[in-house]
T-cell receptor, first 124, second 115 residues
Framework: GAVVSQHPSWVICKSGTSVKIECRSL??????MFWYRQFPKQSLMLMAT?????????EQGVEKDKFLINHASLTLSTLTVTSAHPEDSSFYIC????????????????????FGPGTRLTVL | AQSVAQPEDQVNVAEGNPLTVKCTYS??????LFWYVQYPNRGLQFLLK??????LVKGSYGFEAEFNKSQTSFHLKKPSALVSDSALYFC?????????????FGSGTKLNVKP
């Protein structure tokens, strides 16, 4: 259980085009999904937090008009890199939190994030 | 602010020998600590986590980690390394004070296990 998929796994595009990356939770409902960016030999940097049915929360320094995030359902979030440029080339990883409710109906706070396999974006 | 540090960019160990990948943390409040492993061109895989309780946490693939509050450390260990353990390892801390959705990752340690 708790599988997260991403599509495509890799994409090459021309500068100026837009690219959409999908993140799906396959066997659980995820009210919250996260988008990370990873540069070569570096750690993951959180770009934004995506909540189903509401606007995404972007980290400082991340352009919301550049990286459009949509979270229309409990199993799907999309990241669109608009007017991509070579500096946008990176490895993009999504993750999802498993919706968990305790016995009292409260949302669990110890459920870890499950990560997708990543999408390698190369902008020529 | 929450942060984790992985002081070693790379760890080399011979197959069959014990391995340790170091992690120290700095948090406000109680630490929720995690270890993840990443294989080339793949996403992160969860290994183990510490929330509360026993300081020695056992995880996937024979890995374990020891939480040490006085030294603010959460080192990853395995008694006998395998070549297949070669990968990139990330320590992470969850922000339980301001935004429990947010994880802070260390810079990663590349583990090389030689046959």
């Amino acid at each position: 259980g708790a599988v997260v998929s991403q599509h495509p796994s890799w994409v090459i595009c021309k500068s100026g085009t837009s690219v959409k990356i999908e993140c799906r939770s396959l066997d659980f409902q995820a009210t919250t999904m996260f988008w990370y960016r990873q540069f070569p030999k570096q750690s993951l940097m959180l770009m934004a937090t995506s909540n189903e049915g509401s606007k995404a929360t972007y980290e400082q320094g991340v352009e919301k008009d550049k990286f459009l995030i949509n979270h229309a359902s409990l199993t799907l979030s999309t990241l669109t890199v608009t007017s991509a440029h070579p500096e946008d080339s990176s490895f993009y990883i999504c993750s999802a939190r498993n919706l968990f409710r305790g016995l009292a109906g409260d949302l669990g706070t110890d459920n870890e994030q499950f990560f997708g396999p990543g999408t390698r974006l190369t902008v020529l | 602010a929450q942060s984790v540090a992985q002081p070693e960019d790379q760890v080399n160990v011979a197959e069959g020998n014990p391995l340790t990948v170091k992690c120290t943390y700095s948090v406000s409040g109680n630490p929720y600590l995690f270890w993840y492993v990443q294989y080339p061109n793949r996403g992160l895989q969860f290994l183990l986590k510490y929330i509360t309780g026993d300081n020695l946490v056992k995880g996937s693939y024979g890995f374990e980690a020891e939480f040490n509050k006085s030294q603010t450390s959460f080192h990853l260990k395995k008694p006998s390394a395998l070549v297949s353990d070669s990968a990139l390892y990330f320590c992470a801390v969850r922000d339980m004070q301001y935004n429990f959705n947010k994880f802070y990752f260390g810079s990663g340690t590349k583990l090389n296990v030689k046959p």
